[in-house]
């Protein structure tokens, strides 16, 4: 196995479960002349993307897409893990010493189900189509840095745009308002896919292909 391979997929698995936990918080970011609320596990998903896309221009689609299934079980684990935590008694110490944290802790991971389902829905979706795009904008032409810069972007930018509106629809309807949200979270989404996605995807492509040559050494 590729040693970038190996790497890529440790972080893929990291941020799967990491963008649920982050997504319960929402933050203000101040783009151009909007002033954004998006929820927070918007970087952790960039991050998904960035990955997914260079495991598919290093090791092909079908390699990209089997991590991008097999990023369900991390999810599941975690899921099962906090219903697990959540229904076992606190000790008398905390009870006594830190009854604050533990209502605090119980009344946010508690009340997450929603994320913890919409998440799975949203990430597998936008993803395969992150890696469906990616590969359908290749063509059959020598690929350039510029290329994947651009394949990077507009993959992203789409495929981010259809996970905030599932997300956001299953997540949140009914609790608040949503639109809002999710027209801030698309125009967030679609900012940092142009802004950053290019680099981030040129450097991940450089950092895989320096550690696979590490790995031969």
């Known amino acids: 196995m590729p040693l970038g391979l190996f790497v890529f997929t440790l972080l893929y698995g990291g941020m799967t479960v990491l963008a649920g936990v982050l997504a ?4 203000r970011l101040d783009i151009i002349f909007f002033d ?3 929820e927070s596990g918007i970087f952790a998903f960039l991050l998904l993307v960035v990955i997914s896309s ?6 092909g689609t079908k390699q990209a897409q089997r991590i991008v299934w097999w990023g369900f079980l991390p999810l599941l684990i975690a899921s099962l893990l906090m219903q697990l935590v959540l229904f076992l008694p606190a000790s008398s110490e ?7 944290d533990l209502a605090a802790f119980e009344r946010v991971h508690s009340s997450v189900w929603r994320v913890w389902a919409a998440g799975p829905a ?9 890696v469906w795009i990616f590969d359908r904008l290749k063509g059959s032409g020598e690929a350039t ?3 994947l810069m651009v394949r990077g972007a507009i993959a992203s930018a789409l495929s981010q745009a259809i996970d905030s509106v599932i997300f956001i629809f299953l997540a949140f309807y009914g609790l608040f308002p949503i639109l809002d949200l999710m027209l801030g979270q698309i125009l967030a989404k679609v900012t ?4 950053l996605v290019p680099f981030l995807i040129t450097f991940g492509v450089k950092a895989a292909n320096w550690l696979d ?5």
């Not at 260079?54 to 090791?59: A, D, E, R």
């Not at 905390?94 to 604050?100: I, K, N, Q, S, T």
């Not at 949203?122 to 992150?130: K, M, R």
């Open 24 to 27: 319960y918080k929402q933050v």
């Open 145 to 147: 840095t510029i290329g």
């Open 213 to 217: 040559r590490r790995g031969q050494d």
């Open 122 to 130: 949203a990430y597998i979706v936008s993803l395969l189509l992150n």
């Open 36 to 38: 954004l609320a998006v």
């Open 54 to 59: 260079t495991l598919s221009q290093l090791y």
């Open 192 to 195: 940092l896919s142009i802004i």
């Open 94 to 100: 905390m009870v006594a010493g830190r009854a604050d």
